[in-house]
């Protein structure tokens, strides 16, 4: 997913702030969602609710204002927990400036689940 950094996610030195980050993987992983017929709002209506466990981000380079990057996924499966291989690149050139390991589980009508609904939702890319 191609994205370009808005003049609001910089600090004082010109470069992405780290939590910016954060929130390009998160559009990354609900876009992908959506384009795999699992949108939120739907989600959540049927009491089906993807939450965040834990993120593991390694900061490689900044980015800078107006700069053109890409957010790419891939994920699997281990046990109850969907994990989310994330990579964000620079661009020209798909040079490395973060990368992550992002986890998710599942709620099913607020309980924990084995995420078996959203197992089926993503058979294609697991």
Known sequence: MEMRVRDYEVDCQGIVNNAIYL???E?????????AGCS???????GIDPVLRSVNIEYRRSLGLGQDFVSCINMRREG??????QDIYAL???RLAA???????????GRL???DIL?????AYL
């Open 23 to 25: 929130h390009y993987m």
């Open 27 to 35: 559009h990354t992983r609900h876009e992908f969602c959506r384009r």
């Open 40 to 46: 939120f709002p739907e989600m959540h209506a049927q």
């Open 80 to 85: 109850a927990r969907f994990i989310f291989e």
């Open 92 to 94: 020209p050139g798909r």
């Open 99 to 109: 990368t992550a390991e992002v986890t998710v589980v599942c709620t099913e009508n």
């Open 113 to 115: 689940s084995r995420g």
């Open 119 to 123: 197992a089926e939702a993503f058979a």
